[in-house]
């Protein structure tokens, strides 16, 4: 049995880290997958429960050389007092770079500033690329314990042995100090691409009043159980998921849906954890505890699509695998072709020292995540909820979508308009109550709604044919309740009224209660459009995508929504297992398709879609199947759904692009001298804070 764990990992500085991380960790048995983010310093990982401990699985990240824990910590940071004690200590060698070379200090107080900087400020990344080398790894911090290294031990030969001209000193010290700002400006950036994931966090109330007999106490919402009464004041955000008891009020749950208009609750309405009750007091009880509330969900929801990854990371893992061995390697090829061509030690060092410093792994290791976490954390503000990274990154390929009809681009709540019965009224009337009782679909709320006096029956078997109908036996008599198709099938020589036909032509969903000799009632279904639909329609034909419609509901019904909303085309009369066969015929022509439902018939169709979206008001197992939720309910926001995507995928393209365009052109440079050791280690501390910056503007453009 799989077992799936989140831990906090600490000390990553670049993709390098996240692969050998990776590497480490899946060779062990037990392990199914590690998926380890660098932007949110954490690791999933799924492994079987019997085989492993989680104890043995933070061992073996510790064994790769750093530190994981359960607990929810803060990210280890450079302490301030080390980041400003450098920097105070390299403005007296960097200010002669600026005013003149001739205000450099003494060689040996050059020595006395760069020694403190280099072995105790910079300590972390000896320590850090000593456990890379350990693990035959190399890291951004091996490159820049190299670099920063070779320009002190040199400097201090040349002080000891000559007369201390053409010192390093300031550029290790140089370096360390911006490497150390660019981390913490980085790390500062970083905070902010999760910043929507926090708000939702923030919106949960760390206590509520609780009614406890004819007392109101205060409790802290992890202690307060399913069926405790709650009190909520005007003003307040709602702890729990709860239903109303008293009361009348209206709720502001934007921060869950998306949606910015007010929703009015009284007695028998839910309420929401984190939505805002606005203006009256409410009594509720609830029905789910903290860990299980619909706010809990969407933020675990969010956790998981930020932690897995965008199939295009892969590509950049591979890469990053190998990136500084080959760093290396071409700085080794600096030295020497530059010390056989000029015959200088001191260029040949310099170059080197700065292929060293500018070469910058962690630029391509958060492009992609830290676009992702803005991506998804704007997404969940809109009521979007991708399930993970994949369904993000594809949703922007999308060429169809097809839509299911009933509680889709329908209200999903059809109103039964008419009810015709041939024979005996109650009788017949008490049966259709009976089975339609056990049922969830639409139709069958319909029914209840409508028949509400009705008695129950006692049926002694039956059996459910998803897509036709459903049949019993009572009394010992079979009794089959359905659409026309399942009276075709099971009995076509049944005559069907004229009176069928009428309501048919009018648009109307038509279900039949029949025995084995004749037609016993027929029901009639009207379900208006949502108001949104239209505009939901008009919004995908902008992104120039195909809208189809896939419905089980008969001919004319279909055709009638279809031709209203000017769809590119419809299928009717549709069962479950076909549904999934016209998406396949989409995809067979190279056309990316996405399928929205509701229900359980659409769950199959759901699955093979390329994307599969579903509404919130849905069943679980369509929710569950879905890749992504729309927590409005709202038929526009797939389309806003896509662009989205859309705009994620074109952003992290660009931090790609210019990750590796920074490092095609920088290395050069700094081979042939462009770059002297302090402008490279300048340009490697703004890379990353480029890339983390350009994935922040994405919170513009969505």
């Given amino acids: 049995m799989a077992e799936k764990i989140t831990l906090n990992i600490q000390g990553m500085t670049c993709a390098s880290c996240v692969s050998r991380i990776e590497r480490i960790v899946s060779k062990k048995e037990g392990i199914e997958s590690i998926n380890v983010n660098l932007a949110t310093e954490k690791a999933r990982v799924h492994f079987e429960k019997g085989k492993l401990k989680v104890d043995e699985i933070i061992k073996l990240i510790e064994g790769a050389g750093f530190s994981a824990s359960i607990e929810k910590k803060e990210v280890d940071q450079y302490p301030m007092w080390k980041l400003l004690i450098s920097s105070l200590i390299s403005l007296p060698l960097v200010l002669p770079m600026i005013f003149g070379h001739h205000y450099m200090p003494n060689g040996w107080i050059q020595l006395l500033l760069a020694t403190p900087v280099q072995f105790i400020i910079g300590y972390k990344f000896y320590v850090s690329a000593y456990k890379a080398v350990k693990n035959r790894e190399g890291n951004m911090d091996l490159l820049v314990a190299l670099g920063t290294s070779a ?60 009614k406890v007999g004819n007392e109101v106490v205060t409790k802290q919402i992890e202690d307060i159980n399913i069926d405790e009464i709650i009190l909520i004041k005007p003003g307040q955000n709602i702890p729990l998921d709860a239903i109303v008891l008293n009361g009348v009020s209206e709720c502001d749950e934007s921060m869950i849906t998306g949606e910015s208009k007010l929703i009015h609750k009284e007695i028998g309405d839910a309420v929401f954890a984190g939505a805002m009750n606005i203006d009256g007091l409410l009594e509720a009880r609830v029905l789910k505890r903290k860990s299980n509330t619909l706010l809990s969900q969407i933020i675990q929801a969010v956790e998981l699509a930020q932690l897995n990854k965008a199939p295009i990371q892969k590509l950049v893992d591979k890469i990053s695998h190998y990136f500084v061995p080959v760093i290396l390697v071409i700085a080794l090829i600096t030295f020497i072709v530059t010390y056989f061509v000029m015959s200088d030690f001191s260029r040949a060092f310099e170059h080197a020292v700065a292929v060293l410093v500018i070469a910058c792994p962690c630029a391509l290791g958060l492009a992609t995540p830290t676009t992702l976490m803005v991506g998804t954390g704007q997404g969940a503000k809109k009521g979007i909820i991708f399930r993970d990274a994949q369904a993000l990154e594809n949703a922007h390929n999308i060429n169809v979508v097809a839509f299911d009809k009933t509680g889709t681009l329908t209200q999903g709540t059809p109103k039964l308009s008419n009810l015709s019965i041939y024979g005996d009224e109650k009788l017949i009337r008490n049966i259709i109550y009976s089975i339609q009782i056990q049922s969830t679909h639409p139709l069958a709320h319909a029914c209840i709604e409508y028949l509400q006096n009705a008695e129950l029956v006692d049926i ?156 919130a008001s849905g069943s679980d197992i369509a929710m569950q199947t879905a890749d992504v939720t729309l927590m409005n309910n709202n038929p526009q926001s797939i389309a806003d759904a896509i662009f989205v995507s859309k705009k994620t995928y074109s952003k992290i393209k660009q931090n790609l692009f210019w990750a590796f365009f920074y490092n095609l052109i920088g290395i050069p440079l700094a081979a042939f001298g462009y770059l002297s050791p302090e402008i490279a280690g300048l340009a490697m501390a703004l890379s990353s804070l480029s890339v983390v910056t350009n994935s922040l503007l994405l919170k513009r453009q969505i």
Avoid: C
């Fill in 460 to 615: 002694t078997s039956n059996k459910n044919n998803p897509g036709l109908g459903i049949q019993v036996n009572i009394a010992s008599k079979n009794y089959y309740l359905g659409s026309r198709h399942y009276l075709q099938k099971v009995h076509p020589e049944i005559k069907i009224p004229q009176e069928s036909d009428d309501w048919k032509l009018q648009g109307h969903s038509l279900s039949f209660l029949f025995d084995d000799q004749e037609i016993l009632a027929i029901m009639s279904f009207t379900d208006e459009l949502r108001a949104e639909s239209p505009a939901a329609i008009e919004k995908l034909k902008d992104l120039s995508i195909k809208s189809i419609l896939i419905s089980g509901d008969q001919e004319i019904s279909v055709r009638s929504v279809a031709q209203e909303l000017g769809l590119d085309d419809f299928y009717f009369e549709v069962r479950p297992e076909e549904k999934l066969s016209i998406i396949k015929k989409y995809q067979s022509q190279d056309l990316k398709v996405a399928m929205i439902g509701d229900g359980i018939n659409d769950a199959p169709a759901l699955a093979g879609a390329d994307v599969s979206f579903a509404m």
């Fill in 151 to 210: 320009a002190y031990f040199y400097s201090l030969y040349l002080l000891l042995t000559t007369s201390g001209h053409a010192l390093y000193f300031e550029s290790a010290v140089v370096i360390i100090t911006l490497v150390l700002w660019g981390k913490f400006l980085e790390q500062k950036a970083k905070k902010q691409t999760s910043q929507a994931l926090r708000s939702l966090e923030k919106l949960m109330p760390q206590t509520a009043s609780v």
